[in-house]
């Protein structure tokens, strides 16, 4: 056990990360109002928040803001943390269709439609609410909601798998200079481990996009990707399992392993950018990626550390698997 | 590096073979002409662009599988062994790389022909012919780089046709999507400036291949 630190480096950033990615909570936000339009005269609105905190006195302040101009609520009634129910007299003349709440700190951008337009109002002085308690949070965010600890999870899957098939194309290369069956049984090791990464890949993102986008599977070029790569490596091991003589097998199975290697890079990194439009992934085709979310790098904190952590793990199951793929076929012998 | 007169003569042999072998050509034709008629049979009636883009690109795709299986098969063991005595490993999969490109683009430009024939040129009447045309060339040049080397790792498995479809498809993939795109925004009429990324992905593509078979196949002939 001389490499002892960097395995319990991987259990401590797994541990930290996974336990911080599930426990950390979702910002406070406000997810509804009803009734959802407004008109000029008396309206009573039910404001729902989400990890919101609204018995605490400074966080229920709240006022409208149209176009720039505010008007405040009349009365405030905390029905209970999540709950705000708002006496307004909505004033007539208000110029756009669409009016912002803020409830304390939180905002609700075009919160309602707005009826009866006309050339504005005089400004009202209302208070503002309390800076809310400093506890670290993740983004609150509509259609992801509680889904964006999947990041930590879904994400460092993929650079394991691309760590590995990297590692396995490079034991490829060095099977061909001398046809080392040893660089063989690695690059293989490297490529079952990778595909078990991809597997779980596969599975988180599947999941989440039945919680975002509302199918398992769509026609997006990263699950094009992700579908080919999982085919390559397969086809790989019908590939190998075709040849019976070990030398050759591994001549061939390398061959094919540099070749699949470097069309993949391509397929990964190039044509997504040829039609970047096409994604639904943050990030691409104009969707905004998550460092968008992320300003005060609160998911960086956890995203790095879960992705060194995973990948580290990924070497720690690929030499377990080398190892006892060897030992067998010493027993075997 | 490169031998030109040893690849010109491979190139010769390729064209001396098929030409006393043109069953095989012959075979090659016939499979479009009947995947193209298949595809009449099946689909009847009228179809939009992209139905009429996906399918021709889907015939070309097996006319191309069917086509360059061929190639690392018609000589037994012992032949190939001459040849890469005779000259170096590198021209053969270069000569052999350039004859079933030059193959293929024969091949999609009569399939084309017989799939216009058959399924009817409405969906060329907005096309840009020229893109489009490229298109076809890009598209058959690229199966039959990548297709090339994935016949000589498949020859050598001794696992002819059926391990080529499993080791061929997702490799070609990014090409095939990268082509059908192209051609469908040519059958659309869109302009140069927008196609032309999907051509330079698709060139990008076949000089990779290209390269990586230069590099790979001196590993790969060898017992």
């Known amino acids: 056990m001389k490499h002892w630190w960097w395995k319990s480096l991987a259990i401590g950033l797994l541990l930290f990360a996974s336990i911080a990615a599930l426990w950390t909570p979702l910002s406070p936000a406000l997810v509804h109002v009803e009734p959802d339009r407004i008109a000029p005269g008396p309206m009573e609105v039910l404001v729902t928040g989400y990890n919101s905190n609204f018995s605490n006195a400074g966080s229920s302040i709240s006022f409208f803001e149209n176009d720039g101009q505010r008007f405040c609520p009349e009365r405030t009634e905390v029905v209970d943390d999540r709950h705000l129910r708002l006496f307004v007299q909505v004033p007539g003349g208000l110029r756009s269709s669409m009016t912002d709440l803020q409830v304390g700190q939180l905002r609700y951008p075009g919160a309602f439609y707005t009826q009866e337009l006309g050339e504005g109002i005089a400004d009202r002085n209302c208070e503002e609410g309390h800076v809310q308690d400093g506890v670290f949070t993740f983004p609150n965010r509509s259609i992801l909601y509680e889904s964006i600890r999947n990041l930590h999870f879904h994400v460092p899957m993929w650079f394991t798998m691309i760590a590995l098939m990297a590692i396995s194309m490079w034991k490829s290369t060095q099977v061909l200079g001398n046809t080392s069956l040893d660089r063989d049984r690695d690059a293989l090791a490297a490529v079952h481990v990778g595909l078990l990464f991809c597997a779980l890949g596969l599975m988180t993102g599947a999941l989440w996009a039945r919680a975002t986008w509302g199918a398992f599977w769509t026609s997006d070029v990263k699950l094009n990707g992700a579908a080919v790569t999982a085919l390559i490596y397969l086809a790989y091991l019908v590939l190998r399992g075709s040849v019976p003589d070990a030398h050759k097998r591994a001549r061939l199975a390398a061959i094919y392993n540099i070749f699949a290697f470097m069309l993949l890079v391509m397929f990964l990194f190039v044509v997504p950018r040829l039609n970047a439009v096409d994604s639904l992934h943050p990030g691409n085709g104009g969707n905004s990626g998550f460092s968008d979310l992320d300003l005060d790098n609160r998911l960086r904190i956890i995203f790095y550390p879960a992705v060194l952590g995973w990948i580290l793990l990924g070497l720690w199951m690929y030499d377990l698997r080398r190892r006892t793929s060897r030992l067998n076929e010493l027993l075997e012998q | ?223």
């Open chain 2, 1 to 223: 590096m490169i031998r030109t007169t040893e690849i010109a003569g491979l190139i010769r042999l390729e064209v001396a073979l098929d030409l006393r072998q043109r069953a095989s050509w012959a075979g090659m034709l016939l499979y479009v002409v009947s995947a193209v008629y298949v595809a009449f049979l099946a689909v009847k009636g009228g179809m939009g662009t992209s139905t009429w883009n996906a399918l021709f690109w889907i015939i070309l795709l097996f006319a191309a599988f069917n086509a360059l299986a061929r190639s690392f098969q018609r000589e037994d063991a012992g032949r190939q062994l001459y040849l890469y005595t005779l000259v170096d490993p590198r021209s053969v999969i270069l000569a052999r790389t350039i004859y079933n490109a030059l193959t293929m683009v024969l091949l999609s430009l009569l399939s084309l022909t017989f799939y216009v024939l058959f399924m009817g040129d409405h969906a060329l009447e907005q096309a840009h012919l020229g893109q489009f045309l490229l298109a076809v060339v890009l598209g058959g040049i690229g199966f039959a780089t990548v297709l090339t080397l994935i016949a000589a790792i498949a020859s050598r498995a001794g696992n002819g046709a059926g391990l080529m479809a499993i080791l061929g498809f997702p490799l070609v993939l990014p090409l095939l999507l990268a082509v059908m795109r192209a051609s469908k925004l040519s059958l659309d009429g869109v302009a140069w400036s927008v196609t032309s990324t999907y051509f330079l992905g698709s060139a990008l593509l076949d000089v990779i291949t290209l390269t990586l078979a230069w590099l790979l196949f001196p590993y790969l002939w060898r017992d």
